[in-house]
Structure formats: C-alpha cells, structure tokens
C-alpha cells in the first residue's frame, strides 16, 4: 500500500462576486478532484486550532499528526532546519521575507507594506539582494554588533538568527506577517522592538538603491526595498515519523517549512527543477517525482503546491483558480494514472491546509474540505441534496463531518 497527501496550499477560500458568486474551488474546472470526493470519504479539518493563528506552519503541523499546541515552535525554525542551520539554545530564528514597501519620501514608519515577496521576485535576484545587504560594510557592522546573521535561500523567503539579546524579552515579541497586512502603514506592523525595526529600516537605505531593484522598477516591477522580520521561534524538535507510523517516506514542496516539518521528523526531502513556488512551479515534475519515490520504495509522499496561497496573496484570483486547475490535471491525474499504470493499491488525503481569503489576502482558520481516497473507491457514494455527485468545494463539505483535532487525520488515513 502505498500513502500520499496532496496539499493545495490555501486553495479553500470564500465566496467572490466577481465570479458570481463562487469560490475558486466552485469556479475551476478540477475533474479529478472532484471525482475522488464523490467517491472518498470526506470531512473538514481544523487544522489552525485556537489560540495559534492561522497559517501553514501550524496546519501543515497538523497535517503531518503533530499538535501545533505542543510542537509549534515558530515558523523559522521550521525552515531553518530545511538549510540544516541549527538554532543554539537562547537564540531565536526569524523569517526574512524580501518585501516590497511604498517609496513615497516620508518618515519610514508611515511607508505601507506593497508585496509580501516584492511580486514574487525570482530567487537569484532576492539572493543577490539580501547578500549584498548583509556584505555591505555600515549594515553589516550594524547586524553584528547585534547578533543578527543571515542565511540566504533561492527564494523570497531567507532565516535569520539573533544569538544575542534584543531589547525586547522573546515572550513579549510582536511579529506582523507582511502579507496579512498589505497595505498597512508599517508603523502599525513593525516588531515592537528597536533592534530589529532599525535594521529593518537600515535595509530600505541600502535596497532602495541597489541596481536590481532599479531596474525592476524601469520594467514596472516591485522593489524588493524592504526585509521584513517575523515568524520568530526558538530551536524545535518533532517526534519521528517512522517511529509513529512505521512508514517512509518524502517530502515534495518549494517551500523550505514543509522540508523543515519533514526533515525534522526523518523524512526525505525531494527537491524538483523548477519548483518554485508560485503559479509557474513544474506541477508535472512534482507528480514524477512522487511516483520515481513510491518506484524506489517510499511508502509515504507528501506533495505540497504553493502556487494557490500565493496567488491570493499577490490578489491575483485568475491565478488562483488557475493554480487550482493546474494541481488536479498536472499534478492528481498524472498521479491517479500512474497508481493505476503500476496496479498497486494506495490510498490518497487531499486536503487545503488552511483557507487563503481573496478578500483581503489574510489566512484564515475554517475547516479546510478534506477527501481520503482509495483505489478501491470506484462506486458513487457522496450525493448533493440535488441528486447530483459532490464535488471537491466548501459549499458541497459544508455538511460533512467535522475533525475537531486535525493532527489526527493521518492517522485515518493510515488506519481506514
């Protein structure tokens, strides 16, 4: 048997007027998707429980059966074990997101927060940019007489660490993530401590005028004039996976905390060209990859798509749906076809980690839709009111069963 989790990242969404009234799940042409929900079992999934807020760290935790109330550690610790940093005892970990900030010529705090990615700028140029920042002589002096190091990434996305004591003690640090505030004054959103806000600001100086980012703006694109801190945590530890399930297996994501969940629980983590993260990613090369895995003798694959969540960050609800369209046929069919090719029995959670509002770009934590499927699931067997077969939406789950405690799901799906 073989054991897979499909994540669409922030696929499930809210109702939009500006497609009649649909969510883009209702609005996609998915027939896959579809047809293993009026097939599989299905349910919701609270997979952001409260009070933690919403957001992938803490569902895909859940996802992965380990409670973000007792593993949750901060999001950049997750993703700094992806690179094999270690975060020292006493220190603390941040995301540095490469941002996009407005450039109107006032006092930094009333500058408002653009992109949470400076557009979703490619990973060479964002290297380049935060390398630079943290080579040049006035900022570097700067960040090591705070502590502060960086460790670059191929995406918008790097870690830093700060190994010595900020003005502000870790368990009274506020953090704001730059894309549940677009359009903010930064004011309002900077952390609430004076170290890492002057660093911060010290940045836009420096990326303000760095070649990239004057050309980009030529082209009309985004700056990426700003890092911004947050997703803080100390150093983190997960139970292992084989050791809980007695399965091995992969993990297929572009994104550095979904390799960080599965390295620190012994997983794999399976890197694919051109797997970027956003609406562009090679759907197709993660679907082959999954199944060269399961070939070579995994038992479990976790295969996580980005491009849905960042789509709706950047407002962009055409890519969304399209995101959505582009998961069920280059990634699920290509995978439903191969299950079948190889004859083998395997059984297949789908599932969005958390809802991704268009309205405004923010996370949210509704329970998320959820279908587990198994090549035995060849009848009918979920019926609309209306007669007709249920199809992978929020509005058709809205009655389904509910999962209180969503870090129990894998285990139905290991345990039919």
Same mark, same amino acid.
């Given at each position: 048997?073989?054991?897979?989790?499909?994540? &669409?990242? &922030?696929?499930?969404?809210?109702?939009?007027?500006?497609?009649?009234?649909?969510?883009? =799940?209702?609005?996609?042409?998915?027939?896959?998707?579809?047809?293993?929900?009026?097939?599989?079992?299905?349910?919701?999934?609270?997979?952001?429980?409260?009070?933690?807020?919403?957001?992938?760290?803490?569902?895909? *935790?859940?996802?992965?059966?380990?409670?973000?109330?007792?593993?949750?550690?901060?999001? @950049?610790?997750?993703?700094?074990?992806?690179?094999?940093?270690? +975060?020292?005892?006493?220190?603390?970990?941040?995301?540095?997101?490469?941002?996009?900030?407005?450039?109107?010529?006032?006092?930094?705090?009333?500058?408002?927060?653009?992109?949470?990615?400076?557009?979703? /700028?490619?990973?060479?140029?964002?290297?380049?940019?935060?390398?630079?920042?943290?080579?040049?002589?006035?900022?570097?002096?700067?960040?090591?007489?705070?502590? +502060?190091?960086?460790?670059?990434?191929?995406?918008?996305?790097?870690?830093? !660490?700060?190994?010595?004591?900020?003005?502000?003690?870790?368990?009274?640090?506020?953090?704001?993530?730059?894309?549940?505030?677009?359009?903010?004054?930064?004011?309002?959103? *900077?952390? $609430?401590?004076?170290?890492?806000?002057?660093?911060?600001?010290?940045?836009?100086?420096?990326?303000?005028?760095?070649?990239? $980012?004057?050309?980009?703006?030529?082209?009309?694109?985004?700056?990426? $004039?700003?890092?911004?801190?947050? @997703?803080?945590?100390?150093?983190?530890?997960?139970?292992?996976?084989?050791?809980?399930?007695?399965?091995?297996?992969?993990?297929?994501?572009?994104?550095?905390?979904?390799?960080?969940?599965?390295?620190?629980?012994? *997983?794999? !983590?399976?890197? +694919?060209?051109?797997?970027?993260?956003?609406?562009?990613?090679?759907?197709?090369?993660?679907?082959?990859?999954?199944?060269?895995?399961?070939?070579? &003798?995994?038992?479990?694959?976790?295969?996580? !798509?980005?491009?849905?969540?960042?789509?709706?960050?950047?407002?962009?609800?055409?890519?969304?749906?399209? @995101?959505?369209?582009? /998961?069920?046929?280059?990634?699920? @069919?290509?995978?439903?076809?191969?299950?079948?090719?190889?004859?083998?029995?395997?059984? =297949?959670?789908?599932?969005?980690?958390?809802?991704?509002?268009?309205?405004?770009?923010?996370?949210?934590?509704?329970?998320?839709?959820?279908?587990?499927?198994?090549?035995?699931?060849?009848?009918?067997?979920?019926?609309?009111?209306?007669? *007709?077969?249920?199809?992978?939406?929020?509005?058709?789950?809205?009655?389904?069963?509910?999962?209180?405690?969503?870090?129990?799901?894998?285990?139905?799906?290991?345990?039919?």
């Amino acid at each position: 048997m073989k054991y897979l989790i499909l994540i &669409g990242d &922030g696929m499930a969404d809210h109702a939009q007027t500006s497609i009649g009234g649909k969510t883009p =799940l209702e609005a996609a042409n998915k027939p896959d998707m579809d047809y293993i929900a009026s097939r599989g079992t299905i349910g919701r999934s609270v997979n952001c429980p409260a009070p933690l807020a919403p957001g992938s760290d803490t569902a895909i *935790l859940s996802i992965f059966g380990c409670d973000p109330a007792k593993y949750y550690f901060g999001r @950049a610790p997750l993703e700094a074990a992806a690179q094999g940093i270690t +975060v020292p005892p006493g220190a603390l970990a941040f995301r540095c997101n490469m941002a996009s900030i407005s450039t109107e010529p006032e006092a930094f705090g009333l500058h408002t927060m653009k992109s949470h990615s400076a557009g979703g /700028i490619d990973g060479a140029a964002s290297r380049k940019l935060v390398t630079d920042l943290f080579a040049n002589p006035e900022f570097a002096s700067f960040a090591e007489k705070c502590g +502060v190091s960086v460790y670059p990434t191929d995406s918008y996305r790097h870690i830093c !660490v700060c190994d010595k004591p900020l003005e502000t003690d870790y368990g009274k640090l506020k953090f704001y993530p730059p894309h549940d505030n677009l359009g903010a004054a930064l004011k309002d959103i *900077l952390p $609430n401590d004076k170290i890492l806000t002057a660093l911060m600001e010290q940045s836009y100086t420096f990326l303000s005028r760095h070649p990239i $980012n004057l050309e980009r703006e030529t082209r009309g694109e985004l700056p990426a $004039n700003c890092i911004w801190f947050w @997703a803080s945590g100390t150093s983190a530890k997960l139970p292992d996976f084989y050791e809980r399930y007695g399965k091995r297996g992969s993990v297929i994501s572009a994104v550095p905390l979904c390799h960080g969940i599965g390295i620190l629980q012994g *997983l794999k !983590v399976i890197s +694919v060209p051109g797997a970027t993260g956003e609406l562009d990613t090679n759907y197709g090369g993660k679907a082959e990859a999954a199944l060269k895995a399961f070939d070579e &003798g995994d038992d479990f694959i976790c295969l996580h !798509v980005e491009a849905p969540d960042e789509c709706t960050h950047n407002s962009d609800l055409p890519g969304k749906i399209q @995101a959505i369209e582009n /998961i069920d046929s280059l990634v699920l @069919a290509p995978l439903l076809d191969g299950f079948k090719t190889r004859g083998e029995d395997f059984r =297949l959670l789908l599932i969005s980690d958390h809802y991704t509002l268009s309205e405004n770009g923010q996370h949210d934590a509704t329970p998320v839709p959820y279908v587990i499927y198994s090549n035995n699931n060849e009848q009918i067997s979920n019926i609309r009111d209306d007669g *007709l077969p249920i199809r992978y939406t929020e509005r058709d789950f809205s009655g389904a069963p509910l999962t209180e405690d969503g870090c129990k799901l894998i285990e139905r799906l290991f345990k039919p």
